[in-house]
């Protein structure tokens, strides 16, 4: 056992710059290789343990078919139909699981939970979306920037909406790979500089108004208004959060070759107009897509290290 040896993935900062440009080759290789059905197996007889405390429609599907595309295979548990629904302690999970499965993929509410499960188990671990972070998104996000506009370095992300787990992970991702985020939020669900846990204030702006924020942006993101796990908040979001839905406008202040992006599930009318997320700009499709071949990458890497072939 090689305790030592293992890398989790529970944060965006958990993986370097220069890390990150290995995955992203990595990953268009990958890609590449399944687009023309060549087999490749390297985590052949290795099993990746999912455990999924809040629902998911992408998340499941791309670790899922990304692991058998890889020669492996998967556990899938729920709160439900585990004893993580009938309190066993997460230490305790953590022990047992990671003694029979190769990789655990969780997704769950508090952050101190998976870093707990990490904490105690002898095999990778990876977030697959906690309230403060969603880092295994962002990787496909910035992968998808990447293939439709070259390198991230140096842009401008405007951020409009929620101050949640993926506003903080962009936060993480602009001070590690230097891009600047541009934040517009509701009074109220401001971003929370700790959770993000920045060096400084220097990547990104915060702006009242989200037309402001989206002026001269090279990417406009969004994200539901209600995240899961807040659904006692949901009408008071939907008074708090009226004007910022990204429309035609907000893209029209944006530089004129800028994306849309948003994680999904969408919720059009809301957070962003039919218009924008079924328009010209929009990559969510190839962003979802992505999460597969990234995740692959990823895998590969907290299993295998660096591969080169
Ligand atoms: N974007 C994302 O994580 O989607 P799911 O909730 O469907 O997994
Ligand atoms: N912020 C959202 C993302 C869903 C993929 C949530 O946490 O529910």
């Known amino acids: 056992l090689q305790q030592n040896a293992i890398r989790h993935y529970l944060q965006f900062t958990d ?46 599907v791309s670790f899922e078919a990304g692991m058998y595309q890889l020669g492996g295979s998967v556990v899938h548990l729920t709160t439900g139909d585990s004893q993580l629904g009938r309190s ?7 022990r047992v699981i990671s003694r029979m499965t190769d990789l655990v993929m969780i997704r769950t509410f508090g952050q101190d939970k998976i870093e707990r499960f990490a904490a105690h188990s002898r095999v990778p671990v990876i977030n697959g979306l906690t309230n403060e972070f969603h880092p ?4 496909a996000d910035i992968f998808t920037y990447i293939e439709h506009r070259g390198s991230i370095q140096g842009k401008v992300v405007a951020w409009v909406g929620d101050g949640n787990n993926m506003a903080n992970t ?27 846990g920045l060096r400084s204030s220097a990547s990104y702006k915060v702006f009242k108004d989200p037309q402001d924020a989206c002026r001269g942006a090279d990417l406009v993101t969004t994200d539901v208004w209600t995240s899961m ?12 959060f009226a004007n910022w839905c990204v429309d035609e406008s907000m893209m029209q202040a944006a530089k004129p070759d800028a994306l849309f992006m ?38 590969e890497f907290l299993l295998l290290g660096r591969v080169s072939a």
């Not at 066993?88 to 953590?94: L, T």
């Not at 796990?229 to 708090?240: D, H, I, L, S, W």
Request: aromatic share 8%; charged share 30%; with cysteine.
């Open 15 to 60: 993986l370097s710059a220069d890390e990150y440009a290995h995955l992203f080759a990595r990953a268009a290789e990958i890609k590449r290789k399944f687009k023309a059905y060549e087999k490749y197996h390297p985590l052949a007889d290795r099993t990746l343990a999912m455990i999924f405390e809040k629902a998911s429609t992408r998340t499941r």
């Open 262 to 299: 948003h994680c999904l599930p969408a919720h059009r009318g809301e957070e962003v107009s039919a218009e924008v997320i079924d328009g010209p700009q929009s990559v969510v499709w190839d962003e979802a897509e992505n999460r597969m071949h990234v995740q692959k990458a990823l895998m």
């Open 136 to 139: 295994c998104q962002i990787l």
């Open 88 to 94: 066993e302690p997460i230490e305790d999970s953590a």
């Open 170 to 196: 962009w936060l993480q991702a602009a001070e590690l790979l230097g891009f600047t985020v541009h934040l517009s939020t509701p009074s109220g669900y401001e971003v929370d500089q700790a959770i993000a």
């Open 229 to 240: 796990g807040y659904e006692a908040e949901n009408e008071a979001r939907k008074k708090a």
